[in-house]
């Protein structure tokens, strides 16, 4: 029961082993862990994630630790991939509960 390895949603494809996103076909640089970072966003689509699940999730760490990095990677990547409502998508921090990466409808 392996996760998969590729992930399309809408524009973007998502491939796991070379932790690698295109957009349109066009790769998107990324480093490793804004690549971990997005995998769970788009593997989650629509479901609040809470800063504790990232942290364990993408840096490994405890979850009592208190940290912008989550912060800092979140709005890289909403700005690298381009997830902003005019091109579609919300990349929404949940005041007290976490991140949702949203698909809006066209």
Known sequence: ????????VGE??????????KK???VIALTGKEFELAWNLFTNL???????????????VASNIHTRTVD???SRVRSKLGLRP??????SSVY???YRLEKLDS
């Open 46 to 60: 629509s479901r609040i994630l809470t800063r504790e699940y990232l942290l364990r999730n993408v840096w490994n």
């Open 96 to 98: 007290h509960h976490g």
């Open 24 to 26: 349109n076909g066009e």
């Open 12 to 21: 973007f494809e998502l491939t796991r082993s070379i932790g690698q996103v």
């Open 86 to 91: 005019e091109d579609g998508w919300t990349l």
């Open 72 to 74: 800092t990677h979140i």
């Open 1 to 8: 029961d392996r996760e998969p390895d590729k992930l399309e």
